[in-house]
């Protein structure tokens, strides 16, 4: 289906999340695209080839069919799927970087995405510079001028949700000649959309929010500009670190239903975030959809809703925490998070250990929690009881 109705206005998000990236099979009318398991294609004579499949590392139908989606979702041209996150970002940085160059990314990005600068493609002659992407002049004070080709930018950050600007950084990277590069992962493209924005490419760790259920890895890019995109599908196929064809259909299943999900994550996180505001063993909470929260007017202008994750730090300090997390029950203590299920985890022992002792470091008394769509009530039980 194009992303367009039958009525020429652009199809709504929910529409294009079940119908962009796939018409119904012109043989069989399966209104779900099969998983392609297939390494090769049969050519019509040589280089005959149909619908331009030839070998699964560089296009498969089951891949296709995500790619389109989440470029309809994002509002891009092309869309990319990779085996995880990280692959993704690899992939973008070799395509869009050289030896020499350098880029400028959070102060508290996610750690993997610090490991990949900092051990990965320092040594390979890419300098970064670490900037507070919520203090405009921070950034451009982190630009070389005619060095610096991108600024990364993840927002809402982890774990402290952080926000930062998407149209002013755009504005900052595209006057020093840089693209700006968004990690929508937080967001998901149901909550915020970065090339409306003005950014140049949104990433995204599909294994969270767009695929949602915990049972897939994956990544994604997605762009507008075809030469942009032309050095990404040229790199994908060249480095190969691409989606399956199973785990493409895992994750568009769980892109069918990013919408409804991403409401009622939203609706049980408010509730949330009330609960705990209000009591008393809790002494912060962090939530960019709380007017105190330093970023919660750009978050205003540029999210729909403001998603299902939630800080918060206990009075009783680090022991406390611990505890909480050790007696949490519907809440499930584990790392990551966008899925159904809701998790809970302490991030100065867990996520975030490897950035202790460093400015990085995260508050010992602090506890994440990716509100899932369970029962709103019973996940608000499980967190008295754990807050004792
Ligand atoms: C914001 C963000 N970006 C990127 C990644 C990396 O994605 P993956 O784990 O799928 O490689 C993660 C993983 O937690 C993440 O939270």
Redesign the pocket.
């Known amino acids: 289906m194009s992303e367009a109705s039958e009525h020429g206005q652009k199809a709504g998000f929910d529409t294009r999340a079940i119908h962009a990236g796939y018409d119904p099979d012109p043989t069989t009318g399966a209104v779900i695209p099969p998983i392609y398991a297939t390494s090769t294609y049969k050519q019509d004579g040589v280089g005959g080839m149909r619908g331009g499949y030839e070998y699964s590392r560089s296009a498969n139908p089951t891949r296709t069919a995500l790619e389109k989606t989440i470029a309809a979702l994002e509002d891009g041209e092309r869309g990319f799927a990779f085996a995880?996150?990280?692959?993704a970002?690899h992939t973008l940085v070799q395509a869009l970087t050289a030896p020499g160059g350098h880029v400028v990314i959070p102060d508290d990005a996610?750690g993997?995405?610090y490991r990949l600068f900092a051990k990965v493609e320092q040594p390979h002659g890419l300098a970064h510079t670490p900037a507070d992407m919520s203090d405009l002049d921070a950034v451009r004070a982190a630009i070389r001028p005619g060095e610096t080709s991108m600024i990364w930018l993840?927002t809402p950050t982890?774990p402290l949700l952080t926000i930062g600007d998407i149209e002013a950084l755009a504005a900052i990277a595209h006057d020093a000649g840089a693209r700006l590069v968004v990690?929508n992962?937080?967001a998901s493209p149901y909550l915020q959309q970065p090339l409306t924005l003005g950014a140049d490419v949104v990433?995204h760790?599909?294994?969270?929010y767009c695929g949602g259920h915990s049972d897939v890895?994956?990544?994604a890019l997605v762009v507008r500009d075809l030469e942009v995109a032309e050095r990404i599908a040229f790199h994908q196929n060249s480095i190969g670190a691409v989606a399956g064809a199973f785990d493409s259909w895992l994750t568009l299943r769980g892109l069918k239903t990013l919408g409804v999900r991403m409401e009622r994550h939203c609706d049980n996180a408010e509730r949330v975030v009330e609960f705990l505001a209000g009591h008393r063993a809790v002494s912060q909470v962090v939530y960019p959809g709380l007017e105190e929260h330093p970023g919660h007017a750009v978050a205003s202008r540029q999210m729909k809703r403001y998603g299902g994750i939630v800080s918060f730090r206990v009075a009783g300090g680090e022991q406390q925490a611990l505890d909480v997390c050790a007696r949490a029950e519907v809440f499930t203590l584990a790392e990551?998070?966008g899925g159904i299920e809701s998790l809970i985890e302490h991030p100065g022992r867990m996520t975030h250990a490897s950035v202790a002792g460093t400015e990085l470091e995260v508050p010992a008394d602090l506890i994440r929690l990716s509100v899932g769509i369970e029962t709103a009530d019973d996940l608000l039980a499980d967190l008295d009881r754990a807050l004792g």
């Open positions: 995880s996150g990280l692959a970002e996610y993997g995405t993840e982890n990690d992962t937080f990433v760790s599909t294994t969270k890895v994956g990544g990551s998070l």
